[in-house]
Nanobody, 116 residues
Framework: QVQLVESGGGLVQAGGSLRLSCAAS????????MGWFRQAPGKEREFVAA??????TLYVADFVKGRFIISNAKNTVYLQMNSLKPEDTAVYYC???????????WGQGTQVTVSS
């Protein structure tokens, strides 16, 4: 089993920054690829970014490219969010997988709210 716990969400003004963290436990972190997703009210879940267990960025969505950076260290994956916009408001979830393309492990989510 894998447990993922997100933290770092909150309320920020447009143009500000937040860093989300996701701590993994229960399985050797080095065997998991990790990703960040988000879901705004009334909208479908969006794939934001992904990184290999070795720290290679696999994917960054166009709508956050140049503003968000995914990284990892030890058993934690991070999402550095800069130049935040009101449309970035969503619940952000981290996810893990041993095989890129499906995501069997999920955290509980952390709310990010960007005010205009």
């Amino acid at each position: 089993q894998v447990q993922l716990v997100e933290s770092g969400g909150g309320l920020v003004q447009a143009g500000g920054s937040l860093r989300l963290s996701c701590a993994a436990s229960g399985r050797t972190f080095s065997t998991l690829h990790m990703g960040w997703f988000r879901q705004a009210p009334g909208k479908e879940r969006e794939f934001v970014a992904a990184i290999t267990w070795s720290g290679v960025t696999l994917y960054v969505a166009d709508f956050v490219k140049g503003r968000f950076i995914i990284s990892n260290a030890k058993n934690t994956v991070y999402l550095q969010m800069n130049s935040l916009k009101p449309e970035d408001t969503a619940v952000y979830y981290c996810a893990g997988t041993p095989t890129y393309g499906s995501w069997p492990y999920w955290g509980q989510g952390t709310q990010v709210t960007v005010s205009s």
